[in-house]
């Protein structure tokens, strides 16, 4: 008997190769690190970075600042990063704040993930930390970003972004419903960008003076307190001043009003990793405060403006392969792929020497590498050699890594991230449902609603599918959800 699957054509590579598993990177283990020889991981996310040009793909809309973090508390047992060596220690920082689908001519008082991506200009070098204001993504493997954003962005046939790419995707992704319930609930429209809190979303490693390494992820509580936009400000807002959130950050900084963020860190011991309830390494998911404590460590002011802000905000680039000594990454998947691709997006976008320009470059160090020539290139090295080893006084290597080496076990393949205890798509969306008030339930339920209700009218699969998801999630959630939509859907 012949399934509809047998029907449908062969997904393949650009060589034309038949794709085995479009789902799961290939990685060291289930627990392993990204290969890099999973050549239709970087074949996709490669593609995906040149899709546009010269906007940003994804985080086009943006406005930046420099600032200042200031150490407040000791975490020197847990890292040796010499930016946070001590208590009152001061690094110049760059802070970059996006929409995530919108093009550069977009509004910002829209439904949409803040980007918020943030340069520290350290002694050891740059260390750049890429986050949003959620604490979680829509998926788990960087294998899927390309399709995630494709279904965000517009229909290659329409022109126009499509209600039933959205959830047709979302659907059939249940491990999206989580951050879908963030971005539809109160805090998916924030009012500025100096009410919102930032989040390092990822999970990564810091490393002590005695090698000790410890898994951790990135909080900053936003001081001028949480503020946010319903559905029919943020419409009136957008068509009235599509700058908004760029304009109340650069004058509130001119008149002095520096917004500050307290910037605190979850810290969870090395070997807990293996047996916590939840992998701690999926970006899809939280690690509860009463497991692993906010441990606050710091304070980030802006207070200074771009003179220029293509120079200095759309010239900027961020990659969080850009580490340091006493930091590192994690087997995060999502995390694996986003250390090539971001580097590779700016290599593509702004040029081969993207980090020569003012705003990308060390501030506290100089950078000696022995790359030379190619677009933007500003011939700095002089006559200096540009190779390693030599005998003419080059720069040499450390010899000592700067973050701890993580064992490895199993064979190399296309393996789904290792299952813990309570991992699971939907309880911490759930969780998070039942957290809420009823009038912060019945406006995540409009919310929703309201996209959902858009879906084509021949197409209730979609509908079904993406409810279904919910309901798993928690009953009431999927019952008012689908009461909602089958009404608006009536009205259609």
């Known amino acids: 008997m012949t399934t509809q699957d047998e029907l449908r054509p062969t997904l393949t590579t650009e060589s034309g190769a038949p794709v085995a598993d479009n789902q799961n990177t290939e990685t060291a283990g289930p627990g392993g690190p990204a290969l890099i020889q999973d050549q239709l991981l970087f074949e996709k996310l490669a593609h995906f970075n040149r899709e546009r040009i010269p906007e940003r793909v994804v985080h086009a809309r943006g406005a930046g600042a420099y600032g200042t973090f200031t150490v407040t508390a000791d975490v020197t047992p847990w890292t040796r990063a010499a930016f946070l060596s001590e208590v009152g220690k001061q690094t110049e920082t760059f802070l970059r704040f996006s929409t995530v689908a919108g093009n550069l001519g977009a509004a910002d008082a829209v439904r949409d993930p803040r980007g918020f991506a943030l340069k520290f200009y350290t002694e050891q070098g740059n260390y750049d930390l890429v986050g949003n204001n959620t604490p979680v993504f829509f998926i788990k493997d960087a294998i899927k970003f390309p399709d995630f954003i494709h279904t965000q962005k517009r229909d290659p046939y329409s022109g126009s972004q499509e209600a039933d790419n959205v959830w047709d995707f979302w659907g059939l992704s249940p491990e999206s419903t989580h951050q879908v319930t963030w971005l539809f609930g109160d805090r998916g429209i924030p009012a500025s960008y100096r009410h919102l809190d930032g989040f390092g979303s990822h999970t990564y490693q810091w490393q002590n003076e005695?090698?000790?390494?410890?898994?951790?992820?990135?909080?900053?509580?936003?001081?001028?307190?949480?503020?946010?936009?319903?559905?029919?400000?943020?419409?009136?807002?957008?068509?009235?001043?599509?700058?908004?959130?760029?304009?109340?950050?650069?004058?509130?900084?001119?008149?002095?009003?520096?917004?500050?963020?307290?910037?605190s860190v979850q810290i969870m011991p090395a070997a807990d990793a293996a047996t916590y309830r939840f992998n701690p390494f999926d970006l899809t998911k939280v690690w509860p405060h009463a497991d692993y404590p906010l441990v606050e460590f710091g304070t980030l002011e802006l207070n200074r403006n771009p003179d220029n802000v293509f120079a200095e905000v759309e010239q900027s680039v961020f990659s969080p392969a850009h580490f340091v000594p006493g930091i590192g990454p994690s087997p995060d998947k999502m995390l694996q792929g986003r250390l090539f691709a971001y580097a590779d997006a700016h290599r593509y976008r702004v040029g081969i020497n993207a980090d020569h320009l003012p705003v990308n470059r060390p501030h506290a160090t100089e950078a000696r590498t022995n790359g030379r020539d190619g677009h933007l290139y500003d011939g700095r090295h002089g006559r200096q050699k540009n190779y390693e080893p030599n005998s003419f006084g080059g720069p040499v290597q450390t010899g000592r890594p700067l973050w701890s080496a993580v064992p490895v076990t199993g064979t190399t393949g296309n393996h789904e991230a290792p299952s813990h205890a309570e991992d699971d798509d939907f309880v911490q969306a759930g969780n998070l449902y039942r957290l809420m008030d009823d009038g912060a339930k019945q406006r995540l339920i409009e919310n929703l609603s309201g996209s959902i209700a858009k879906v084509s009218a021949d197409r209730d699969d979609i509908v079904e599918r993406a409810i279904e998801n919910f309901r798993k999630a928690d009953a009431d959630y999927g019952r008012r959800l689908e009461d909602a939509v089958r009404e608006l859907r009536k009205q259609k």
């Open 210 to 263: 005695a090698g000790e390494h410890f898994w951790v992820k990135y909080h900053f509580k936003t001081d001028q307190g949480i503020k946010n936009l319903t559905q029919a400000e943020a419409n009136k807002l957008a068509g009235e001043d599509p700058d908004s959130h760029q304009r109340d950050l650069r004058e509130a900084i001119e008149r002095g009003e520096f917004p500050t963020w307290t910037v």
